[in-house]
Nanobody
């Protein structure tokens, strides 16, 4: 069992930055691939970024590539999402999630076993 708690959301102006954190409980954090997803009002949940267990590989949605960076610190049981050059269309609730499946499935929400409660990110124009 893994519990995930996100933090770091808030209100920021367009062009600004935020860093989201997700702290995991348990001793097996380094066994999980980690992902970030988001859901905007009236829209489907969508993949944002993912990182393999050892942080050897990262994956990004096209809409955030070059602006967002996912990273992890296994010693701190924490995964991060650094978000730069934020746009109003990045406004959403952001969720972190943990998976044991292979990286081929990282962009697919059903592949994830555990989810956090979400943190709100609002980007004003």
């Amino acid at each position: 069992q893994v519990q995930l708690v996100e933090s770091g959301g808030g209100l920021v102006q367009a062009g600004g930055s935020l860093r989201l954190s997700c702290v995991a409980s348990g001793r097996t954090f380094s066994s999980y691939g980690m992902g970030w997803f988001r859901r905007a009002p009236g829209r489907e949940r969508e993949f944002v970024a993912a990182i393999t267990e050892s942080a050897g590989s990262t994956y990004y949605a096209g809409s955030v590539k070059g602006r967002f960076t996912i990273s992890r610190d296994n010693a701190k049981n924490t995964v991060y999402l650094q978000m730069n050059s934020l746009k109003p269309e990045d406004t959403a609730v952001y969720y972190c999630a943990a998976t044991t499946v292979g990286s081929y499935y990282y962009t697919r929400a059903p592949a994830y076993d555990y989810w956090g409660q979400g943190t709100q990110v609002t980007v004003s124009s």
